[in-house]
């Protein structure tokens, strides 16, 4: 059985700083590139980020520069750096694991950014 367990999840004031966490089990994690989208009511679910099995990132344009993912593979983690965050960071946050034809998908994690 096959299951992603996002965490890190909460509020946070304009400018703060928050670290979202993934632990993966149930696939060989070290196979699958690991991303975070996020969604909101308004938007439909978008890429925040993605590391491949060997290490090569990739980010949102409203992201770069201030989130950071980084993985963890004797851990079966990935990590979401988050600094500067903005109130339009606000949105439910999932982790992702795709390789070859498999996709899986956490239940999502919700990030507030307000005052």
């Known amino acids: 059985q096959v299951q992603l367990v996002e965490s890190g999840g909460t509020l946070v004031q304009p400018g703060g700083s928050l670290t979202l966490s993934c632990t993966g089990s149930?696939?060989?994690?070290?196979?699958?590139?690991m991303a975070w989208f996020r969604q909101t009511l308004e938007n439909e679910r978008a890429l925040v980020a993605s590391?491949?099995?060997?290490?090569?990132?990739n980010y949102g344009d409203s992201v770069k520069g201030r989130f950071s993912i980084s993985r963890d593979n004797a851990k079966n983690m990935v990590f979401l750096r988050m600094n500067t965050l903005k109130p339009e960071d606000t949105a439910v946050y999932y982790c992702?694991?795709?390789?070859?034809?498999?996709?899986?998908w956490g239940q999502g994690t919700q990030v507030t950014i307000s005052s």
């Open positions: 992702n694991a795709n390789f070859l034809t498999s996709e899986y």
């Open positions: 149930g696939i060989n994690f070290n196979d699958y590139t």
């Open positions: 590391i491949t099995s060997t290490q090569l990132t």
